[in-house]
Every structure is written in C-alpha cells, then in structure tokens.
C-alpha cells in the first residue's frame, strides 16, 4: 500500500504567495523527503528532516514533521513561476536498529502551479 | 558531468520484445535504485544494489532483472515486456549509511505498443 498521501493534489497560486503541501503516512520513519520533478524530468532533491527533527529550513523552503501525527508539510514561501512542479513527499522506513533502510516510498505528489 | 545518466531517453518497443535500459553514476555512490513511474505519477520502488550486492527486491515480475556489474552501474533488462510496462524508468544513486538523499536520473520513457 501506498506509504505518502499528500494534499491537496493539486495547487494553483499566483507569484508571491506562499504554498503549503502536506504528506501523511503511516509507519515508523528514519527521516522524510522532499523532491521535486519539473514535467518530463527526474527529481530533484529539495530537503530532508529527520524523525527525531521537528522543523527544517533551507532557502525559501521550510519542512515540520509531526511523528505523533505521522505527518509533514512543506511551505514554499514567496513563489515564483519557477516553482511550478510536482512535488513528492517520500519516507525512508527506520530498520529494527533505526536506520535507513534506503527504501524511499513515496506519495503521489502535488501538482503546483504558480502564475507569472 | 552528469551525476546520473540513463540511456536510452526513449524506449518504443512491441509487446514481447526484450529490452535493456542502462544507467551509471559517476558520484562514486555505492547504492542504486530502479524506481517506475506510472501514468498517474506514482513512483514506487523496484530494486536496489549496495556494492553489486541486490538489497531490495520488491514485488516485481521475474521478467525484470537487474544487473550491477561494478558500483557504477545498473541495468535493467526486460523480458517479454507487456502494455503494463509502459512506464518512465528512474535509476537513482545514494551513498549507503552516510547520505540518505537519493540522486535521480532523468528517466527513460518506455512504450509498449
């Protein structure tokens, strides 16, 4: 079964304004990821935020991670065009010793436009 | 300079053709990975490789084998590939223990007409 469900699926904004992205999921992590893939293209990795971190900043990015919810949201503040992308939250499953497995799930992503 | 490479882009082939898609990276990383994108862009995960060594085999059809000939690359071959398998294939590198970000290639778009 899926592991990331992200919301909403879709985003529309205009230049300037902040966007917020949510991931739930389900089982116990090592860490959480961000990525993002512009259309036809790989992902791109964006920031990552440990089990035992609550808030993360990089840029114009910031990262929360509530474990007790089992939930993340990325906020991109003062958006440009340029941010228009899918973005994908992806959890690294803890092992029985806590670390990483190196098997990223992922969600299906949100779709964010930003208008010029 | 491109950290991960993936030949070829684009892949059109008929139902039952064998096919292979390679990758490498030149990150001097010790994992890689093989994700598939769907048409509704859900990636999941297929395999990986830790020094050559298959880590992670999820529930894949036998007609997927990878191959890891040194820590630099990974190849997936195909066998009697079917309509299902039209897909965009990822190949990604980390470095094991030390780095948990993964580095993505720019996909390989596969057809099966």
């Known amino acids: 079964s899926q592991q990331g469900e992200e919301d909403p699926q879709a985003l529309s904004i205009q230049e300037g304004e902040n966007a917020t992205m949510n991931c739930s999921y389900k089982?116990?992590?090592?860490?959480l990821q961000w990525y993002r893939q512009n259309s036809g293209r790989g992902l791109v990795h964006l920031i990552l935020?440990?089990?035992?971190?609550r808030e993360k900043h990089s840029g114009r990015l910031r990262v929360t991670l509530d474990t007790s919810k089992k939930s993340s949201s990325l906020l991109i503040t003062a958006s440009r065009a340029a941010d228009t992308a899918s973005y994908f939250c992806?959890?690294?499953?803890?092992?029985?010793?806590?670390?990483?497995?190196?098997?990223?799930?992922f969600g299906q992503g949100t779709i964010l436009t930003v208008h010029p | 300079d491109t950290a991960v490479s993936q030949t070829p882009k684009y892949l059109v082939t008929q139902m039952g053709n064998d096919k292979s898609i390679k990758c490498e990276q030149n990150?001097?990383?010790?994992?890689m990975y093989w994700y598939k994108q769907d048409s509704k862009k859900f990636l999941k995960i297929m395999f990986s490789?830790?020094?050559?060594?298959?880590?992670i085999n999820e529930t894949v059809p036998n007609r997927f084998s990878p191959k890891s000939p040194d820590k630099a690359h990974l190849n997936l071959h195909i066998n009697s590939l079917e309509l299902g398998d039209s897909a965009v294939y990822f190949c990604?590198?980390?470095?094991?223990?030390?780095?948990?970000?993964?580095?993505f290639g720019p996909g390989t778009r596969l057809l099966v007409l």
């Open positions: 990604a590198s980390s470095q094991w223990g030390i780095q948990e970000t993964q580095y």
């Open positions: 089982t116990s992590i090592n860490n």
């Open positions: 935020i440990r089990s035992n971190e």
């Open positions: 992806a959890t690294d499953a803890a092992n029985a010793g806590g670390t990483s497995y190196g098997k990223l799930t």
């Open positions: 990150l001097g990383h010790d994992t």
């Open positions: 490789y830790n020094n050559k060594e298959l880590i």
